[in-house]
């Protein structure tokens, strides 16, 4: 299929290249070029501008930072939305908010094209390996014809409902849930040092037994190392996700308690010098609240 | 060994029983009697007392309801404290209070006798099988004496350190932390329904991928059924649990807001009627604060 | 002076009246223009648009709903902000987000023009009285000239600091303080039901002694007589207010967590159906929370 | 009357000190015998014992620091109870737990005593000058018996009901809402700060408009000097109350969110060190949550 795909970033490129090697004619765009010159290599085309990039496509990919790049690259004036072709189908596959996701769904309704929400869960590592989990949700019709391409994509398509931003919902809330599983780990693993017990026995023992999942093994490490100086996530990104999940709960008047939390825990970081900083930092934030250094 | 075994309710008796079967000259009590008769069968003796049954023993063994159960059972009046030969161990593996622990261990050392924290992790089903998870922690010695008597009860039996307290510190932070799920799963499916998502596509989505962990599944599960009526552990109990959990953190000046946090909320949840249900009940009341039946 | 006077609600009618009063040459705009017509009769020219309004203004004064109000009317094509001469000075007297004043600022600097932030405190009967409280931030020399009309406006004039955001924050911080005053009655007055203790005599025990505060006074009776029906100020702009206050403190690194907390009550009371509810009813949200009707 | 009185700390000194000059006989008790020497000159007794102290009294008055004393000087072993006259009546004064009032009044009874719960809203310069508010509580006869007596010591005796706890959950509640204000205080005046509003100028607007209660302004001024060094009230003693309505509210299955989350915050702030300071140090937590310093 002829696939337009926009966003190099650390995820999209290894997705973009996933694409070129399963045959499809790939064309892609990033707002800095540069970033393109491995893919051509690897076979795809190189488009300077996002109308150029959609020009003949019937799949175009977003892999881009958030709303306001989508934005840019696909509604805005220079945007990919006009040069697409009727009956193409935009795949948004980032993180967004809810609200804009619906937008974009209204926006492709009326130019004729079809729009899915499809975002991923994983790191580059998976993101290279095709094993990224994909939440899909729209119009079953054109989710179908997509398949082929999310499944080069993610070791596992599930898919969500037949509303575009159900997929979104789900991403959203589940960031949330792994920002609720970091609150109470550092919350925990405090307490425990606190009473003299070794923070990696501690996160060893939680993870060998009840709470046996990565997300849970991950930042318990990262937390019990308190080694949170080089940035997987950076700590303002985590406050981005966590206003993305209580925002599309708002929407439908409805309240994410232990997300308000949270937030409120990253704004203590932040406004304690901790911006620079993995989002595990609230690990820190929890002992020294806890009198530890 | 000779082993005296306190508390036949549905995790002590399938423990005591693999003692029995393990060839520990085992001798039981329980507060109603009549619940001893499967185990006098199985070849354990049955004692009418507490002093009674610790009178010969070399290990005590409590796993009774509470604090004030122990207290009672062990040292009170009536209770095992004063039988129980100088140099013997008594296991508490239950979960108590940190303070009650510290208690029971200071009350040890004054007779002579070992204390050792070993609390567990797992239902009626793993106790059965030996299949629980054993945090235990007391003086080094002392330890490796039980250490047979406690991996005949569980799969692995983790060493957290050499003060008994650390153990139940990391059974009230382990429950803690069981809390937490429950309640941000509560407050994340009742936004996925708010949005149309079918709540057990929503759960099977999220227990696939990041959250592949038991604790999610049952009781992501449990609340995507919305069916909360038979109590596998009632709500009372998870108050019970939050509040030793806070206890324990307020004792070292520590504070554990996601757990203040569920407990207000459960006791919302018992302030609208819900005390007969199981704790997953959280569920049910972050529906209906997001206008959901 | 030349004063154009934008915005004609309850709050913004009897202010427009006492610039009439007080001598001043009033020139009003209002969207929906048949409001104007009482301020006609007593003086007032009326104008169809801001643009026109403006043109000869010496002052202009908003006292619209929210920021997208005066951007649309001050800001936008067919906005005022071009209209309005050089020097004129431009006083937003309603509550606006701190963001959105910071853009105000920097517009009418653009355009050689001033801009004073003046919000203020009381209801419609305080601004027929010209009782309302001012708190007025800005430049010192624009704010001395303006000064007389704001004297017209309130019983007393705060100023608060040189830069028109500072008052702004005032207002959305004092908000956030009432709100929390709601929250906190909204909880002790169910508890004190719970035990029998009688509303009325409740708050009026408070409000005789500790907190013989007005706001004490008129939210406890509001919660007192579990009278929310006739929103004084409806649900929905309390979580707007409470909103403003968040995202003030967002956006330097701050958390404001009672705000946090407010704000998730309302989304839950939004949720159980409160909507068209004075904001009092978070008094009846922590009733039904503790099982009271 | 003849009058035991308990309890000569800064409160309990003024307050018997008034009932002397007011006539009536008065035995005055208190662990530290030295601090009854004041009042030897003024005309008391002093009773070496709490017993002897009670023997011949009409009324028993006790203002001592918590349950524990009231538990120790009445009802354990060497207490009044036993010698206090059957239909005397004891007034609790102190700030005791609703659970324990509940408690008195049930020994009390059995004893054919009378119990009255009057806890008492001031500082020690309203009690020398009799200006305390009183909440006061208990069956109506013995209340109207008791009367003179609390009014001797009161501005004001404000009746909440029949049952003596009442009196003690709005003398609880009460606290909780001071400290309600303390915490949001103590977040506001960290959000103007931020914005670089002079933290006296902001106080003084909100004491001088809506929030003219005293408590705002006394907490208000100590949290905009950041002068927290002499407690006036100390820290681990606003813990105390906030748990005390926490637990009243627990008994009725009902939940206090804003005290759980002013608990949470006073742990913080014992967790970093404060533990000497006055408990508007909450405004110091809050700043530097917020950065600072």
């Known amino acids: 299929m002829k696939i337009a795909f926009f966003g190099l970033g650390n995820m999209g ?89 619906k937008r974009l769904a209204s926006e492709h309704r009326k130019h004729g094209q079809h729009y899915i929400a499809a975002p991923v869960f994983g790191r580059p590592d998976a993101a290279d ?25 993610g070791q596992q398509v599930f898919v969500m409902g037949d509303k575009p931003e159900m997929a979104n919902v789900v991403k959203v809330s589940g960031n949330f849930l792994i ?23 501690y996160v060893d023992f939680l993870t060998s037994t009840l709470f046996a999942a990565p997300v849970y093994k991950t930042y318990g490490g990262l937390i019990a190392d308190a080694q949170h100086e080089k940035a997987g996530f950076a700590l303002r990104l985590g406050l981005k996700d966590v206003k993305l999940a209580l925002a599309a709960a708002e929407a439908v008047d409805a309240s994410l308690p232990v997300a308000s939390l949270v937030r409120d825990h990253i704004l203590m970081a932040l406004g304690r010098g901790f911006d620079k900083q993995d989002w595990s930092v609230l690990g820190k934030l929890a002992a020294e609240n806890a009198g530890l250094r």
């Open 179 to 201: 920002a609720a599983v970091i609150e109470s780990l550092a919350e925990a693993i405090a307490l425990a040092r606190k009473y003299g017990i070794d923070p990696h026995q």
């Open 13 to 101: 490129t290894p997705m973009a290249w996933r694409l070129v090697r399963a045959g499809h004619e790939v064309t892609v765009w990033n707002r800095t070029l540069s970033k393109a010159q491995p893919l051509r290599t690897e076979g795809a085309k190189v488009s300077p501008s996002p109308q150029e990039a959609a020009k003949q496509a019937e799949i175009l990919i977003t892999m881009l930072a958030d709303d306001h790049a989508v934005q840019s690259a696909v509604l805005d004036s220079s945007g990919a939305i006009d040069s697409l072709p009727r009956g193409a189908t935009h795949i948004s596959m980032s993180t967004i908010s809810v609200e804009f996701s």
């Open 129 to 153: 390996a095709g094993k990224l989990f994909v939440a899909a949700a729209g119009e079953k019709a054109a989710l179908e014809r997509v398949m082929p391409v999310l499944q080069a994509l």
